[in-house]
């Protein structure tokens, strides 16, 4: 029987490479989406088509994405509809049937859900790499179709916009600020487990080490893990979603107002995440 795992994290933080991982390493354990099971994945694919809107990445509309508000569990989606973007669920239904679960939310809006969960994966991203890619990611075209009633931001336009851009920087302060308060504050923090993207780029394989050998793919070897795995492939099946693959790519965009905002907000943070 396969474990309910959630894995969650800042966005542009690496979550789709880990959750493309997971269902391939469980795979023999028929990880089951409540999404699809109540047929709310077939009316997303249905409405996607009707608004010539494209799947962010292959197998996006199937997936359990959530998020949590005022204790209450919702089913999301990026979407034009509104009433699309955000479905309530009742929460003992949804673990019934969800056994692999995607969250963008951070940990302490997570708390009131996660003894639900076998294990939890946080991973985090180096904050400068993730906020730079975040900031793409918005001006991307396929992606302001989802935001035409909203105000475009460019990436210069971010950039340019000190205000506008501490805002970002304060998204990935609080999100990973929320993982040592939970891991401090909560009796489940043992299932908690911290995953750096970076590491996760270098070795796949770690990903092997977080769960019992009984619940893995049978078919599994550590080469096929680097193999499958690549950027260049993961880039190939999912254009739309991934933009840079590498560390470093802020530093073609961060200016020293930007790097002195970064210190003084995020500083502490990255320390003790362990980059310099």
Known sequence: ?????????????????????????????????????????????????????????????????????????????????????????????????????????????????????????YIVRDGRDAINSFIHFYSMPHIQKFFEKHRKYSVEDVYSNIKLFKKFVRLWTNHVSSYFEIKKLYPFQKKIILLRFEDLIKDKNIILDIFPQNILNKKISKTNLTALFSFYKMKKSANHHLNFGHAGTWKNYFKKEHMKIFEELAGNYMEKLGYT
Not at 19 to 39: A, M, P
Not at 75 to 81: A, E, F, Q, R
Not at 110 to 116: G, M, R, S, Y
């Open 1 to 121: 029987m396969i474990p309910k795992i959630l894995h969650c994290g800042y966005p542009r933080s690496g979550n789709y490479l880990l959750h493309t991982i997971l269902r391939y390493v469980l795979y023999d354990n028929k990880i089951t989406y409540f999404s699809q099971k109540v047929g709310l994945s077939y009316i997303w694919k249905i409405t996607y088509k009707q608004y010539n809107l494209n799947e962010l990445f292959p197998g996006y509309l199937n997936i359990d994405m959530i998020r949590v508000y005022n204790s209450q569990l919702f089913l999301c989606k990026m979407h034009k509809i509104k009433f699309l973007e955000n479905i309530k669920v009742d929460k003992n239904l949804f673990f019934k049937t969800a056994s692999l679960v995607w969250s963008n939310d951070n940990l302490k809006n997570l708390a009131c859900i996660l003894e639900n969960f076998d294990h939890i994966i």
